[in-house]
């Protein structure tokens, strides 16, 4: 893992109207880790993915990108740094098909005609290095299964070449299987060193692919976890705010030393 | 690694497995072989493509065939009651008075794709006619027909504005533009109830000129042909060179072929009467040009990404609110122009130009072409269509002496509502086929 983070958010603070959401958080992400952000709702993990995919500027803090300060104060200052965010409900259009959705508002063109060949092309090489299976490239995103529109959305994601990806919940809505898919194609992500923040509230789900876990709490940070070394006990007492005093935190090693 | 056992292994397997691997794979997924379905279609003949079908019936993918099956039945249907339906005048007074609504019923494509729809169009097109007739009077007849075209761009911009900026549900701008523009046709013409087409005027050619000479219609034929065989043989070439699946060379001669026979025929039709209509050729360009718009180009992609998912446009950098506005205004221009030939049939510009059951005749032939009420499918074909089925109705109740619109009225009624049943059955069976 390289030293310096690809993203670090360093005390940032956001708020709304007279609701205080960010207090001073950070969060740091390298290259080829996948970090969970977890926390209860409201603890503010929507909102500060938000500000780091341009969507709600930061009041007060610093972003760094591989070690400078930038601003992000639009979507396209996010995409263009190249930080990629799949958002909870997909936004893919149910009538264009897969080529069509993957390179939606960034078509591939020849003297300004759609090149349908190079992004037919392109999408495959795309979905096969992803390991993607999916019937047919041609096909409408309409007569995909809920697994596979997650998995072309996270593949459009890609498409930019991004250094970060963003993933909102992207296993909520989906059966074992697809969930199994989905987290496979996270690994791939962190395998080609891309480095991932995965919002979940599944705990199973963040133990089986995260690397470090970031947890929020009422829009402060309530502690950054190892995951190999961390267990489920200990990061939903962080969510909870049942670690707010030493003596739990005592009770928890404790037990698990008896153990 | 993970295994799908439903779905089709079509990419190349990425790595080489051990046989531990291939094993440990559920038989399904082994057993199905890595080709696209397409492949796989053209790899069987014949019963490959009968299956197809059948599939794409069942999924509610039906396309044009309800149209196809329609023009068929009101042929036979026709021929039989009068005897002499299918002759080569009919065709030709069919082409001549299916351009101008069938150019109006192009850009409602354009707006049906954004799940919208243009009630004004109708009234669009007879003020852009009372505006060429007042001002073709005392200017020069190109200034005219180019200020009668822009007057439609201007209306269709104020539709869109009002719609994408404001955020007036289009259904209820355009229905007051109906009633608006409608008022202000009566308006421009003042005292007229009809100006007469100034004489030598190009808006009288429009629907009165035609290529006598015979070599006119065969050689656009051919032309149409060659190209539509070589920009098919290009497309297969390269997909075949990007190693993607492409159409057989043998599939390709035959669509051509079916093409061909349509085409020469009607040709040989046009022939056998006053030649090629100019109307046609006009009526073709659009639909060429505007095809290509929509298919080939990112404003295209654009106008059918809004037409599936706002949000999904959006996210992906799209201006909506353009692209609305744009096809409002290109639906307002296609209407214009749809005007000047509807002035061009009734011998010049007319108090009520545009109005009757126009509006309803080039929505009812967008739709009844297959383009969806819905929103996000459609071609722009289904205007040349829907408004062939349209106007042989028209031509065959007019032979039948029942020219009175009582009849006309519910015959194209009953064929909208036709449409609009099927249109929105296929949708449900496509639904719950997993395809909507």
């Excluded at chain 1, 960010?22 to 952000?37: P, R």
């Excluded at chain 2, 790595?15 to 890595?34: M, Q």
């Excluded at chain 2, 069942?58 to 026709?78: D, M, T, W």
């Excluded at chain 2, 701008?173 to 005027?201: D, H, N, Y």
Aim: hydrophobic share 50%; aromatic share 6%.
């Amino acid at each position: 893992m390289s030293q310096t983070p690809v993203l670090a958010l360093r005390g940032i603070f956001k708020r709304f109207g007279a609701v205080q959401v960010l207090s001073g958080v950070d969060l740091e992400v390298h290259a080829g880790e996948v970090v969970a952000l977890v926390g209860d709702n409201g603890a503010g993990k929507s909102t500060l993915v938000k500000t780091i995919a341009g969507v709600h500027p930061i009041d007060e803090g610093v972003i760094e990108w591989e070690g400078r300060p930038v601003e992000i104060s639009r979507p396209q200052d996010s995409q263009n740094l190249g930080v990629a965010t799949v958002y909870q409900d997909l936004a893919l259009c149910d009538n264009l098909d897969v080529v069509a959705n993957l390179f939606l508002g960034r078509e591939l063109k020849k003297g300004g005609v759609l090149d349908e060949v190079a992004m037919e092309k392109r999408a495959k090489d795309l979905l096969s290095t992803l390991s993607i299976r999916i019937p047919s490239v041609r096909i409408p995103v309409a007569a995909l299964s809920g697994g596979q529109r997650q998995v072309v959305a996270i593949a459009r994601a890609l498409v930019g070449d991004p250094k970060i990806v963003i993933l909102d919940e992207p296993t909520a809505a989906l059966g074992v299987e697809q969930t199994a898919q989905v987290l496979d194609l996270v690994e791939r992500l962190r395998e080609q060193g891309l480095g991932v923040i995965l919002i979940s509230h599944n705990m199973a789900d963040v133990k089986a692919v995260a690397d470090t876990v970031a947890v929020l709490r009422l829009g402060r940070n309530n502690g950054t976890f190892p995951v190999a070394t961390t267990t489920h006990e200990e990061i939903i007492a962080a969510i909870t705010g049942a670690t707010d005093n030493a003596v739990t935190r005592r009770q928890a090693r404790t037990a698990e030393v008896a153990q | 690694m993970s295994t799908t056992p439903k779905a089709t292994d079509e990419a190349p397997v990425p790595e080489p497995r051990t046989s531990e691997d291939v094993a440990a794979e559920t038989p399904a997924a082994a057993a199905i072989p890595a080709v696209d379905p397409r492949l796989l279609v053209r790899e069987q003949g014949f019963k490959g493509y009968v299956d197809e079908f059948k599939r794409k019936i069942r999924s509610g993918e039906i396309g044009s065939l309800p149209v196809v099956i329609g023009l068929i039945v009101i042929g036979v249907v026709f021929q039989a009651l009068t005897g002499n339906f299918i002759t080569s005048y009919n065709l030709d007074q069919i082409t001549l008075y299916a351009a101008g609504p069938g150019i109006m019923a192009v850009g409602i494509v354009f707006v049906l794709l954004l799940g919208e729809i243009d009630l004004a169009v109708g009234s669009v097109a007879g003020l852009a006619g009372s505006v060429w007739g007042v001002l073709a009077t005392d200017m020069p007849d190109s200034l005219a027909i180019l200020l009668g075209i822009l007057s439609g761009t201007l209306l269709g911009a104020f539709h869109g504005l009002v719609f994408a900026k404001i955020g007036v549900p289009a259904f209820v701008v355009t229905l007051a533009g109906f009633l608006g523009w409608a008022g202000l046709q009566t308006w421009v013409m003042g005292e007229r109830s009809t100006i007469p087409t100034p004489i030598g005027s190009f808006v009288g050619d429009l629907t009165k000129y035609y290529f006598a000479d015979v070599a006119a219609a065969y050689g656009l034929a051919v032309l149409v042909l060659a190209a539509f065989y070589l920009a098919q043989l290009r497309d297969s070439r390269r997909r075949k060179a990007a190693e993607l699946p492409h159409r057989p060379h043998s599939e390709i001669l035959l669509r051509t072929g079916v093409l061909a026979v349509l085409v020469l025929v009607a040709a040989y039709g046009f022939n056998q009467e006053k030649g090629l209509p100019l109307s046609l050729v006009i009526f073709l360009l659009i639909l060429l040009v505007t095809d290509f718009v929509l298919r080939r180009t990112t404003y295209g992609r654009q106008v059918f990404a809004v037409g599936g998912g706002i949000e999904a446009a959006r996210r992906a950098g799209i201006n909506v609110a353009w692209i609305r506005t744009s096809v409002f205004m290109i639906s307002g221009t296609l209407g214009a122009v749809g005007g000047l030939f509807l002035a061009s049939a009734t011998g010049g510009a007319d108090r009520s130009l545009g109005g009757g059951n126009q509006l309803m005749m080039c929505i009812a032939a967008a739709v009844i072409g297959g383009t969806s009420l819905f929103g996000g499918r459609g071609k722009v074909w289904s205007a040349l269509l829907g408004i062939l089925v349209l106007q042989s109705i028209v031509q065959g109740l007019n032979q039948l002496n029942l020219e009175s619109n009582a009849i006309q009225y519910m015959i194209t009624g009953a064929v909208l509502l036709i449409a609009v049943i099927i249109d929105s059955v296929s949708r449900k069976t496509q639904k719950s086929a997993g395809r909507a």
